[in-house]
């Protein structure tokens, strides 16, 4: 595996900003489902993927999730092209037979119902990286979130599911309006170590 170049190290890491402010035409239905297609690719445990997108295009639905955010991301959901609730199921056992065939009773892996919660939490976290990377990989800008009231959005959008919220983040093609100045970041010693 080759080493990627600095443009794009730019373009996924170094240069990428979170965005605040949008340029708000519409994304094809075609880049949501490409997009999809780079992040299922992601590893998660016992190739699990827990995660579920729902992507929230229209004004009606937008407005349904703003209502349920907090402070200022209400305004950033509606200008938006496209705002994403990245979900976790807990039912993702019931898919392993298809996920994981060499192992046929991987789904009774899962039994005990704190363990599945965090596994599904913690590998849809994981998807949910996958899927900004991915975004960034085909040219868009992201906006992740968590102020928003989980319980509401799982009433008001996964209604009759196992799925519950883990976080959203608006999608499409940034602007500059309310973009901070870079904050600094740890420095290697500061935030891990080589034993």
């Given at each position: 595996m080759a080493k990627l170049d600095d443009a794009t190290l730019a373009q996924l890491f170094t240069e990428a900003r979170s965005h605040n402010g949008w340029n708000p035409e519409p994304l094809p239905e075609s880049v949501l489902r490409e997009l999809y297609a780079l992040t299922k690719f992601g590893p998660t445990?016992?190739?699990?993927?827990?995660?579920?997108?729902?992507?929230?295009?229209?004004?009606?639905?937008?407005?349904?999730?703003?209502?349920?955010?907090?402070?200022?991301?209400?305004?950033?959901?509606?200008?938006?092209?496209?705002?994403?609730?990245?979900?976790?199921?807990?039912?993702?056992?019931?898919?392993?037979?298809?996920?994981?065939?060499?192992?046929?009773?991987?789904?009774?892996?899962?039994?005990?119902?704190?363990?599945?919660e965090w596994c599904a939490?913690?590998?849809?976290?994981?998807?949910?990286?996958?899927?900004?990377?991915?975004?960034?990989?085909?040219?868009?800008?992201?906006?992740?979130?968590?102020?928003?009231?989980?319980?509401a959005v799982d009433a008001e959008f996964f209604a009759g599911t196992n799925i519950k919220s883990n976080f959203i983040v608006s999608i499409g093609h940034g602007t500059d309006e309310g973009l901070f100045p870079r904050n600094p970041r740890l420095d290697f010693d500061e935030a891990a170590k080589i034993l």
């Open positions: 445990a016992a190739n699990g993927s827990p995660a579920r997108f729902y992507f929230v295009t229209s004004a009606e639905a937008k407005e349904r999730l703003a209502k349920l955010s907090s402070g200022s991301n209400g305004p950033k959901i509606m200008q938006a092209p496209c705002t994403v609730i990245i979900g976790y199921d807990l039912d993702f056992p019931q898919t392993l037979p298809k996920l994981f065939p060499h192992a046929p009773g991987a789904k009774d892996w899962f039994n005990d119902p704190v363990a599945k939490l913690r590998n849809s976290s994981l998807q949910g990286g996958y899927f900004m990377i991915g975004a960034r990989a085909l040219g868009l800008d992201v906006g992740p979130m968590s102020g928003f009231d989980n319980a």
